[in-house]
């Protein structure tokens, strides 16, 4: 994160920062690659501030779905559990 941030002044996600390395120690001389990342940087603020040494902003959106109550639906591994979850619908 600290390489990329310095080098280009991105700033990555922890999860994008693994697929970012991934991507540039599989790159061969003189190749491009692409990488997507998958989170803002304000969703692990606290990790990203104390990495990097900034206060990144976190965007209203994102502060306003913080915000909201975490919803979660227990469930098994079994893929016929959730199979029949999503078939309720």
């Given at each position: 994160?600290?390489?990329?941030y310095q080098e280009t002044g991105y700033i990555l996600d922890p999860h994008g920062a693994t697929g970012y390395q991934a991507l540039v120690?599989?790159?061969q001389p003189g190749e491009i690659g692409v990488f997507c990342e998958t989170?803002?940087?304000?969703?692990f603020?606290?990790?990203v501030d104390d990495i990097l040494g900034i206060d990144v902003e976190i965007p209203d959106r994102l502060a306003a779905f913080m915000k909201g109550e975490k919803?979660?639906?227990p469930m098994t591994k079994n893929f016929e559990d959730f199979k029949k979850l999503l078939m309720q619908q």
């Open positions: 994160m600290r390489q990329c120690d599989s790159l989170a803002h940087p304000a969703k603020k606290e990790k919803q979660s639906v």
